[in-house]
């Protein structure tokens, strides 16, 4: 991507006279996405539009490519126009040209490339004569960037009215890469409770992979990429099953380490004997005598985890790790990695357990003593439950951010009284 010019030729930047600003009843709030794939910005942002007041907001999402996220949103009657320029010159000709047609309130960023095309598209706007949209975006991710493209965010950041961090560690992050020049508020991911309170496990999962009745299920909801730490999970698992022989693990998702992860669990005696035709197993058609089960992703994932005895995320670096919310919220006890946001939601030995990233040994162990020491991974379990109902529902999460909305939806009348009177 190239630093932002407001002389970008894919773009009009002819000087017009100001348009005067008109929210009518509600509010217009374009949430930007940069992919409409499965992930924890994804169902942020589900969460999110499916919570705001409809009576005072209008909300709508633009999504740089589409995906089951896109899918899931507009289930729900929300908007949803797909972008599907990879090129990033004609997709911020169609961006502007789509927030020009109808100039929203608030422009909302989620991830990299929204980032950067929201924040070209908001000063595109203003240069073709409309009130400056109100520029909000979301940190959601530690991932560390290449120089350039940090400069980049680095450069972009007066542009934006407010940063919005995931974390404490992310508010670090953002004072530590010099993008503290605009104000940063602190929100955290909140949980959906209503969608997990009552949530029954899945009790086919034996039979759908073929594994041993009674067995103790172990398992990792997560996007199958380096960072996730899924490499140290399985370096871990042989240790976990000579203590408790039963145990099975499950991981769930999708990514470009799926091919690796298999072959990693293949070389570790861990993935079965191969199968095909009558010698599958299971109504998936699973490999027989497996020990660790890919399961790709699914669309059950709530039913999936509330069967888990134990949750797991072994990431390198989270910024907080929504899945970790979702696991407390069934009550389920975690089993986490000490980085990022995580030690934020986790009070080690109280509402789940912490071990250094990529120590084998320290996971295995911990998963082991949950699996074994039952009274105790129920105390853990109850704990993290009730803390989520304290501290990260979904309705504290959308009315923090509602309310940067409503000083938003102020800047931007006020701004377009300035233009007026300039004018």
Known sequence: MTAPTLADPCVETTIRPPIPVDFGSRIPVV????????????EHVYS???GMDRSRYEPSVVSFTDGAAVKRIRAIGVPVTVISEADDGAALKALVALLAAGPPAIIHCHMFRAEVLGARAALALGELGHVRPYLIATVHSSRLRNGQDRELLRLLTPTFDRLVAVSRAIVAKLHAEGRDTTPIELVYNGVDLSRYDHQEACCTLPEEYGLPEGSPLVGVVARLEPEK???????????VLQQEPRARLLIVGEGSRREALEHQARLLGLLGEDCSGDRCVGSRGARPNAKVVFTGRRDDVPEVTAALDVAVLPSYREAQGLVILEAM????????TDVGGIPEMIDHGRTGLLVPPRDAIALADAIADLLLDHPRADMIARAGHDMVHDRFCIERMVADLQDIYDTGAITVVERSRTIRTAA
């Not at 930007?32 to 924890?40: A, F, I, K, M, N």
């Not at 919220?329 to 986490?336: D, E, G, Q």
């Open 31 to 42: 949430q930007l996405l940069s992919t409409g794939s499965t992930g924890g910005a994804q």
């Open 329 to 336: 919220a069934l009550s389920r006890p975690v089993v986490a």
């Open 229 to 239: 730490g899924h490499a140290t999970l399985l370096e871990a698992w042989p240790r």
């Open 48 to 50: 999110l539009v499916a």
